[in-house]
T-cell receptor, first 111, second 117 residues
């Protein structure tokens, strides 16, 4: 059973377009993180959200944690080819210690 | 700060041999290290959690006698794939939890691409 559903799985867009990636679960998370992974590299942490309803911005990236701490979204404004990569959401279940990963969203931004 | 150094980056080995992968926390102490396996175009699957000075905890379906994990110090954890077979070919990644200095998350090694021929 996939505890963290991430969508879409693949996304190919043109430079300058906006996009949103979603992570949903029936579980409550004490925190949720977003990572970006390049081919042949380990994931790199982008942001951690811990409070329900929290919104964090990282340049053109906006991260939101759902009020109930069961879902999160990543919105990229005016995507650039440099944004191309695999985006992974990962959550730490409340009262648990393991980090659970979504299946990832492979983003391709064409110039 | 909070860097995990993973070696080797890639390794090719013959079927039946063993391969050791090392992960070192360079500027912090990692009491717990997590080991993941990632197949092409798939997400990370947790294999085991290693704790310094104690036995590792393996996820269901992961053979502990095949994937030997040692966490002898607060800065070093190793994963040894014993008697490797082609189906063990994968991308293996370690990570450690980081808290402090405004950071809360997990820092990952750069991964090891294992190819068993």
């Amino acid at each position: 059973t996939q505890l963290l559903e991430q969508s879409p799985q693949f996304l190919s867009i043109q430079e300058g377009e906006n996009l949103t990636v979603y992570c949903n679960s029936s579980s409550v998370f004490s925190s949720l993180q977003w990572y970006r992974q390049e081919p042949g590299e380990g994931p790199v942490l982008l942001v951690t959200v811990v409070t329900g309803g929290e919104v964090k911005k990282l340049k053109r990236l906006t991260f939101q944690f759902g009020d109930a701490r069961k879902d999160s979204s990543l919105h990229i404004t005016a995507a650039q080819p440099g944004d191309t990569g695999l985006y992974l959401c990962a959550g730490v279940e409340a009262n648990q210690g393991n980090l659970i990963f979504g299946k990832g969203t492979k983003l391709s931004v064409k110039p | 700060g909070a860097v995990v150094s993973q070696h080797p980056s890639w390794v090719i080995c013959k079927s039946g041999t063993s391969v050791k992968i090392e992960c070192r926390s360079l500027d912090f102490q990692a009491t717990t290290m997590f080991w993941y396996r990632q197949f092409p175009k798939q997400s990370l699957m947790l294999m085991a959690t290693s704790n310094e000075g104690s036995k590792a905890t393996y996820e269901q379906g992961v053979e502990k006698d095949k994937f030997l994990i040692n966490h002898a110090s607060l800065t070093l954890s190793t994963l040894t794939v014993t008697s490797a077979h082609p189906e063990d070919s994968s991308f293996y990644i370690c990570s450690a939890e980081v808290r402090g200095q405004g950071i809360y998350g997990y820092t990952f090694g750069s991964g090891t691409r294992l190819t068993v021929v």
